[in-house]
């Protein structure tokens, strides 16, 4: 997957931007706050997914910009699609967007069509930051090798929600307590699901994080991960029956509901879920130094775009930001060659900062204005 050209106006700072990207490496260079993120947060956009940096919907818009749009075209190993994205300042909650000249109005849609695996300074905290991240982050890399899955963990979330909404009913006295059990059943299965689905992620991913985190640190450290199940403790996610893990997913809820009206919501579920992260056996989180945590989740995200490359047989598009300027060049070249195969968007202020053979397109960002050098 790789994309073959791409515009931008109005978006945040950046304007009439349109570039062809090189089919591997491109370089975005400039000084700070000129609008390189920015850039990389517009092909974030095409994916559908949240802002990688954070930035809420509403601040797409420049600062005075009457609206922005957005334009890629794209070949996904098969053919070339492309996507429109646009939002205009005076109706917000009417976003334009575009599939191959076929209109929709959510987001949501573009998942399937394309894929971007992401790294940024802020993603430290898929190591050091909440476990709900860590979850998100094994949902949204699962689900882009089977986008229909998407479905299972917008549902886990909408029950959760319905089911703590009961228990604040219940403890009001305006329903039956038992009546909360309803929600089980419906818990149970996309519970069961959602499990198996981190599990089997988690199960391959493991392996690629280990080899490449070893050829980073030349093997004197060794990472792990793991899925901590937050209901089943001890038992084979990938092996039990369907409908043995889901009588105990209703069981462990049954026999938590008085703790759950005490505590006014659902302890127990996938919700408390964990990916369990360990330098030579020791949390990272706890333990770990900045650069072990910053390599740790630069890992993360490289055996990402690994898995994807294994499983669906094509490459995603990578967007680096503002990480290879402060490595040595050995380290460089270690992360490179992971994605040398692949599309890669890598900002930095100079191309000096690159000690790699430059085969590719460098650029230019100059008060949101892109040229090519």
């Given at each position: 997957?790789?994309?073959?050209?791409?515009?931008?106006?109005?978006?945040?700072?950046?304007?009439?931007?349109?570039?062809?990207?090189?089919?591997?490496?491109?370089?975005?260079?400039?000084?700070?706050?000129?609008?390189?993120?920015?850039?990389?947060?517009?092909?974030?956009?095409?994916?559908?997914?949240?802002?990688?940096?954070?930035?809420?919907?509403?601040?797409?818009?420049?600062?005075?910009?009457?609206?922005?749009?957005?334009?890629m075209?794209?070949?996904?190993?098969?053919r070339?699609?492309?996507?429109?994205?646009?939002?205009?300042?005076?109706?917000q909650?009417?976003?334009?967007i575009?599939?191959?000249?076929?209109?929709?109005?959510?987001?949501?849609?573009?998942?399937?069509?394309?894929?971007?695996?992401?790294?940024?300074?802020?993603?430290?905290?898929?190591?050091?930051?909440?476990?709900?991240?860590?979850?998100?982050?094994?949902?949204?890399?699962?689900?882009?090798?089977?986008?229909?899955?998407m479905?299972?963990?917008?549902?886990?979330?909408?029950l959760?929600?319905?089911?703590?909404?009961?228990?604040?009913?219940?403890?009001?006295?305006?329903?039956?307590?038992?009546?909360?059990?309803?929600?089980?059943?419906?818990?149970?299965?996309?519970?069961?699901?959602?499990?198996?689905?981190?599990?089997?992620?988690?199960?391959?991913?493991?392996?690629?994080?280990?080899?490449?985190y070893?050829?980073?640190?030349?093997?004197?450290?060794?990472?792990?991960?793991?899925?901590?199940?937050?209901?089943?403790?001890?038992?084979?996610?990938?092996?039990?029956?369907?409908?043995?893990?889901?009588?105990?997913?209703?069981?462990?809820?049954s026999?938590?509901?008085?703790?759950?009206?005490?505590?006014?919501?659902?302890?127990?579920?996938?919700?408390?879920?964990?990916?369990?992260?360990?330098?030579n056996?020791?949390?990272?989180?706890?333990?770990?130094?900045?650069?072990?945590?910053?390599?740790?989740?630069?890992?993360?995200?490289?055996?990402?775009a690994?898995?994807?490359?294994?499983?669906?047989?094509?490459?995603?598009?990578?967007?680096?930001?503002?990480v290879?300027?402060?490595?040595?060049?050995?380290?460089?070249?270690?992360?490179?060659?992971?994605?040398?195969?692949?599309?890669?968007?890598?900002?930095?202020?100079?191309?000096?900062?690159?000690?790699?053979?430059?085969?590719?397109?460098?650029?230019?960002?100059?008060?949101?204005?892109?040229?090519?050098?």
């Amino acid at each position: 997957m790789h994309i073959t050209e791409f515009s931008a106006d109005g978006f945040r700072n950046l304007q009439h931007v349109h570039f062809q990207p090189d089919k591997n490496l491109n370089l975005i260079t400039g000084n700070n706050a000129q609008g390189k993120t920015n850039l990389l947060d517009a092909i974030w956009l095409m994916t559908g997914c949240k802002n990688f940096h954070g930035v809420q919907e509403r601040h797409y818009l420049g600062f005075s910009a009457d609206f922005f749009q957005c334009s890629m075209k794209f070949h996904d190993g098969r053919r070339e699609q492309q996507i429109k994205y646009s939002l205009e300042r005076r109706q917000q909650k009417l976003k334009q967007i575009s599939i191959n000249g076929v209109c929709t109005n959510k987001p949501a849609n573009l998942f399937e069509a394309f894929h971007c695996v992401a790294f940024s300074p802020a993603d430290m905290e898929l190591v050091d930051g909440s476990p709900e991240k860590r979850r998100a982050f094994m949902d949204l890399c699962a689900c882009q090798l089977h986008p229909d899955s998407m479905r299972y963990v917008s549902k886990a979330s909408h029950l959760l929600e319905q089911r703590n909404a009961g228990i604040q009913q219940a403890i009001k006295n305006k329903i039956h307590k038992h009546d909360i059990l309803l929600w089980d059943s419906q818990l149970a299965q996309v519970g069961v699901f959602i499990s198996r689905m981190r599990a089997e992620y988690i199960k391959n991913l493991s392996p690629l994080c280990e080899n490449l985190y070893g050829l980073i640190t030349g093997g004197q450290e060794k990472l792990r991960i793991s899925y901590r199940n937050a209901i089943y403790t001890n038992t084979s996610l990938l092996k039990t029956s369907t409908t043995v893990l889901e009588n105990e997913y209703k069981k462990i809820l049954s026999e938590h509901l008085e703790n759950d009206f005490r505590l006014g919501y659902t302890l127990k579920g996938i919700h408390r879920d964990e990916l369990i992260i360990t330098i030579n056996d020791k949390p990272v989180h706890l333990f770990g130094s900045q650069g072990q945590k910053k390599t740790a989740s630069l890992v993360l995200k490289l055996a990402q775009a690994h898995l994807y490359q294994q499983k669906l047989q094509r490459s995603p598009v990578v967007l680096l930001d503002d990480v290879m300027g402060e490595l040595d060049e050995n380290r460089q070249k270690l992360i490179y060659n992971a994605v040398s195969d692949m599309q890669v968007f890598i900002t930095l202020c100079h191309a000096s900062s690159l000690k790699l053979q430059k085969t590719g397109k460098c650029f230019q960002m100059q008060q949101g204005y892109l040229t090519e050098l």
